[in-house]
């Protein structure tokens, strides 16, 4: 089965482009979604976190509040190392055994932090969509609500976005309406079913 890694900077589009290519028929593996069951309460990994951060994360029903952790690792570095080393290695084995349990010519997998977690390897080809600066600040701040300050600090602190881009196979440019992405996803899923055939 060809595995194709979905990455991108915040506001590029995302989850917009897994739901295109999800009503086509391909089967997603979301990162971001395995990363919340991997801190659900009854998880190894919560207590884990808890021990780190403390009980200031946990929300009024007892749960961690992303939004709280995210905060308190976005200026430390430290923390949020001592985070990932918790939360990767489990979200790359739940990865591997989804991805091992599909039989489907191609999948997608979902990794916003595929090139700065180093899980390139567990693709095959790394499609990157993007967009212009201005445009996923739009979509930040509409999604969001939040400042332009605070969506600037987000985005200084994500890879540079040449740099994403050297890694990709391919791109994909989400400047444009969502049918002109449905267009160009249609074309790629076409081009991934080929490449699939070829390589089984």
Excluded: W
Excluded at 42 to 48: D, L, M, T, V
Excluded at 95 to 115: G, R
Aim: aromatic letters at 4%.
């Amino acid at each position: 089965m060809l595995k194709i890694g979905l990455t991108g900077g915040i506001g590029s589009g995302k989850t917009t482009a897994s739901n295109i290519f999800s009503g086509l028929g391909v089967p997603i593996i979301d990162a971001d979604v395995i990363a919340r069951q991997v801190l659900a309460i009854n998880q190894p990994a919560f207590a884990e976190t808890i021990q780190l951060f403390g009980k200031a994360i946990l929300d009024k029903n007892g749960h961690i509040d992303r939004g709280t952790l995210r905060t308190l690792i976005f200026d430390n570095p430290v923390k949020r190392s001592a985070l990932e080393q918790i939360i990767h290695p489990r979200v790359r084995d739940a990865i591997e055994k989804k991805a091992a349990s599909l039989q489907t010519d191609y999948c997608l997998i979902v990794i916003p932090l595929l090139i700065e977690s180093n899980m390139q390897d567990l693709v095959d080809r790394i499609l990157v969509i993007t967009a212009n600066p201005e445009k996923r600040i739009n979509r930040i701040q509409r999604r969001d609500n939040t400042s332009l300050d605070d969506v600037q600090k987000i985005i200084d602190a994500q890879i540079d976005e040449k740099e994403r881009l050297s890694c990709a196979d391919d791109i994909l440019m989400n400047n444009n309406d969502i049918l002109s992405l449905e267009n160009d996803i249609r074309i790629l899923h076409q081009k991934y079913q080929e490449l699939a055939k070829s390589v089984s």
